[in-house]
């Protein structure tokens, strides 16, 4: 196997799914994000980790990535949350797919083709806050709901909204929460009782209990990461993706000499470099060129040096006993050190979201701690 892997524990996951449990209480529904390769740790483990652990639902954001589960035996109701186009409607009655309706001409493809096969599909209505992302204006609600309730074959089993700032913007969530509030309530007056009303994903979950509604959609914090959440408010969630490596190898590097592309780094004195066959085509992001570290033998080194495309350079030259073939930890712990996933997209200038699903198809994904302990090239 290539020496460079992505480990991932379900357990985590599993565990992250108890930890949102125990923040929203029994009452309210979970609907697990599994998008984009369940933010990377692979869909189809994360999404039965979910399922075991009691999601109710699970959410992806293509409707390619639904059937994608679905050929694969899922059989958990599964919302697109995406924009799609009506084009693609008779695939969501298909493959029992959830859409999560933004137009009316999105509903009347449905419900033309939900109709054709004397079936009723169910959907979720997605409604815009304030985030001017997908969804049907607020203020169109009172034009189009009587329209959209005229449409034969679709039953709207729930509501959603998307927060564009609750941990650090108040008074727009407030804002948000109300209006939400107030679609809620003009869609159970015109279409009925919609039992999945939902607006947190993980950082509302976190900050903002009164945004929870019936259901909450946690993405980022069942793979055991949080934006903008501060310390005090972070609940003991547990990482579930580690990105290790060994050294290919090593070499000596004399004062004065350069490392990698672009001359950008001199080696300040004498040392010992770390050839690590991982790069930005694995989805290590080139922005943390000389500026991430590395575990080898339990300490940091610093990443020196351009991130290529298929290795990056370590300064090992503080851990004399390290030999070709040891561990190194880019992402995850060692000894007693950890490189978080804050960790890199801080250094890197992003967020967490994107380290994590940025991870590419060529790292072989470990799964620590399946049942059957099996690994997916
Ligand atoms: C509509 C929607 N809901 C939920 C989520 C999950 O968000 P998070 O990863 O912050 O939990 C996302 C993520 O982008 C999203 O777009």
């Avoid at 108040?170 to 939400?180: G, M, S």
């Avoid at 019936?214 to 609940?235: F, I, K, Q, S």
């Avoid at 950008?264 to 500026?291: C, E, F, H, K």
């Avoid at 490189?339 to 250094?347: D, G």
């Amino acid at each position: 196997m290539r020496p460079a892997r992505l480990e991932i524990s379900l357990n985590a996951i599993t565990h992250n799914l108890g930890v949102v449990r125990s923040l929203v209480g029994d009452g309210v529904r979970v609907i697990a994000v599994v998008k984009a390769e369940a933010y990377g740790h692979g869909a189809l483990r994360a999404a039965h980790a979910c399922r075991r652990a009691g999601a109710d639902m699970l959410a992806v954001a293509l409707v390619e990535e639904g059937i994608a589960l679905r050929q694969q035996g899922i059989l958990t109701p599964i919302l697109v949350m995406g924009a799609f186009l009506p084009s693609q409607a008779q695939e969501f009655v298909a493959w029992r797919l959830t859409p999560a309706v933004m137009s009316l001409e999105q509903a009347t493809a449905l419900s033309a083709a939900a109709h054709r096969l004397r079936v009723e599909l169910s959907a979720h209505l997605k409604v815009d806050t304030g985030m001017s992302r997908g969804g049907l204006r607020h203020d169109s609600l009172r034009e189009l709901l009587p329209q959209l309730a005229a449409l034969p074959a679709l039953r709207y089993e729930g509501i959603m909204s998307h927060l564009a700032d609750p941990a650090n913007s108040a008074e727009f969530t407030d804002r948000q929460r109300e209006l939400f509030a107030d679609a809620v309530a003009q869609v159970t007056a015109v279409l009925g009782p919609v039992p999945y009303q939902h607006l947190a994903a993980s950082a509302a979950i976190c900050c903002r209990p009164d945004c929870h509604f019936t259901t909450v959609r946690p993405g980022n914090m069942l793979y055991g990461a949080l934006e903008d959440v501060p310390t005090e408010g972070r609940p003991p969630l547990r990482p579930a993706m580690a990105l290790k490596a060994c050294i290919a190898l090593l070499k000596p590097a004399l004062a004065g000499e350069v490392v990698s592309y672009g001359c950008t780094y001199r080696v300040p004195r004498d040392t010992t470099l770390a050839v690590v066959p991982v790069g930005y085509a694995d989805g290590y992001p080139r922005a943390l060129s000389s500026q991430a570290e590395a575990l080898v033998g339990g300490q940091r080194c610093p990443l020196v040096g351009r991130v290529c495309m298929d290795s990056v350079m370590v300064d090992v030259g503080g851990v004399p006993t390290c030999r070709v073939g040891d561990e190194v930890v880019l992402l995850g712990r060692q000894g007693e050190e950890t490189i978080t996933v804050e960790e890199l997209a801080r250094r890197a200038g992003t967020i967490t979201q994107e380290i994590m699903a940025r991870m590419g198809s060529r790292l072989p994904r470990v799964y620590m701690d399946d049942e059957q302990g099996t690994t997916d090239a």
